[in-house]
């Protein structure tokens, strides 16, 4: 009989080291402030930037997409699971993007897995951040390509590594950085990475999972933000952060998008979004498409708490987004912090090895556009109570 006593073990030395993740089950919807355990505490670690998850006219447009859809695809798109309401959302979301097509898939983290195995061969060479998305590293995993690392946003180390894949004989070159690095919040260099791209004729993928609906003019994205329209070859993106659902996609030429269709096996083997996610995700698209207003809340916001608990003696590290880490090294310290924060009524998460580096422990503050500033400071008051206890301050 399989002894599993070697999952336990390794669960026990995981919570020893302060790594066990501990899954909190909310009995609320999204928002500022959510009840569990039966406790009402202040929201500090979604990716609901806009609030979006539980908007009303995101909520209605669900409804509707049911009653007139239904409730699920009946198959993967290439055999039957293709209705208009996927090919609407995938238009409407190329021109909110200033791109040539889109192709939805079912998240992020399958959009990765769509595109980086079907455009590379073993004949190929990927070049990644050495700080890229685990659903990044994971879709280079299924890629026969050669790997290469470069250093963490070091544009300069991205051309070495791109002078020794030509080299060596690679024949397609696929650079891939994240757009947002999520547990920093720092950018990529975009417009150096481009520069380099041109250059040595490599293809530029960025994943901006945690940029979608926040960088850029109405949340349009990195690419934006850095006016770099028609110079990055592949965007991926999420539905299920800032626009409020669940879902990802995948942007760029049409001959990409098309080319796709026919080889990504995420889009040929798995079924597609729901009627009611995809009818969703169509009403976030043009809820930012008419207003910048949530996104520009979103900024203000979260140039306040950052500024204070600068103040405060914190350090944030060196975010540039909304994401605020608050570092503070130790696993363990990190821990009891999440831990005397959630007693105080504030649900931040601490954030571990291995989804940080081992010794960069932190709680990462997600702020959101639904804060209000009496929540804000709710959550500074708060930060500075358990930071001097623990005498991180
Ligand atoms: C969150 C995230 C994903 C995954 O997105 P999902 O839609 O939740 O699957 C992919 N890439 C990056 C960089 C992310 O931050």
């Known amino acids: 009989m399989f002894d599993y006593n070697e999952f336990s073990k390794e669960l026990k030395e995981l919570e020893e080291k302060g790594l066990l993740v501990r899954i909190r089950t909310l009995q609320s919807p999204q928002g500022a402030w ?13 990716n609901n930037y806009l609030g979006l998850a539980f908007n009303e006219e995101l909520k209605k447009a669900a409804i509707e997409a049911i009653e007139k859809w239904g409730v699920g695809p009946g198959a993967v798109r290439t055999i039957a699971g293709t209705l208009e309401i996927h090919e609407l959302l995938e238009k409407e979301l190329a021109e909110f993007k200033k791109v040539e ?10 959009a990765n897995q769509a595109v980086i195995p079907a455009i590379t061969t073993a004949e190929d060479a990927i070049l990644s951040d050495e700080l890229n998305h685990a659903s990044i590293i994971d879709g280079v995993r299924l890629s026969k390509a050669k790997r290469y690392v470069w250093k963490h946003r070091d544009a300069e180390d991205l051309e070495e590594k791109l002078k020794q894949a030509k080299a060596e004989g690679s024949r397609r ?38 940029g979608e609906g926040v960088l850029g003019s109405h949340g349009r994205g990195i690419v934006d933000h850095f006016d770099l329209h028609g110079r990055v070859d592949i965007e991926v993106g999420t539905l299920s952060k800032a626009f ?22 995420p889009f040929l083997f798995s079924s597609s979004l729901s009627p009611a996610e995809t009818g969703a995700a169509l009403a976030a698209v043009r809820m930012l498409k008419a207003s910048d207003e949530l996104v520009k809340k979103l900024w203000d916001n979260a140039s306040y708490f950052k500024t204070e608990m600068q103040k405060l003696g914190f350090d944030t590290g060196h975010s540039e987004t909304p994401i605020t880490p608050v570092m503070l090294y130790d696993a363990k310290l990190s821990s009891q912090f999440s831990k005397k924060l959630f007693e105080e009524g504030i649900f931040a998460q601490s954030i571990g090895y291995p989804t940080v580096p081992k010794g960069k422990a932190r709680i990462r503050v997600m702020i959101s556009a639904v804060h209000t500033k009496e929540d804000l400071d709710f959550a500074l008051g708060k930060f500075k ?8 301050i």
């Open 34 to 46: 959510l009840t569990i355990d039966g406790k009402k505490v202040l929201n500090l670690c979604s």
């Open 101 to 110: 097509a889109t192709l939805v898939l079912q998240s992020g983290f399958n």
């Open 173 to 210: 070159l696929l650079v891939i950085t994240d757009g947002v690095f999520s547990m920093d919040g720092d950018l990529a260099p975009l417009p150096e990475i481009v520069e380099k791209c041109e250059k040595y004729d490599a293809l530029l993928m960025v994943d901006d999972a945690h």
């Open 244 to 265: 409020g659902v669940v879902g990802g996609f995948v942007a760029g030429k049409k001959d990409l998008i098309d080319y796709l269709k026919q080889k990504a096996r």
């Open 385 to 392: 109570k358990v930071g001097k206890e623990l005498g991180v």
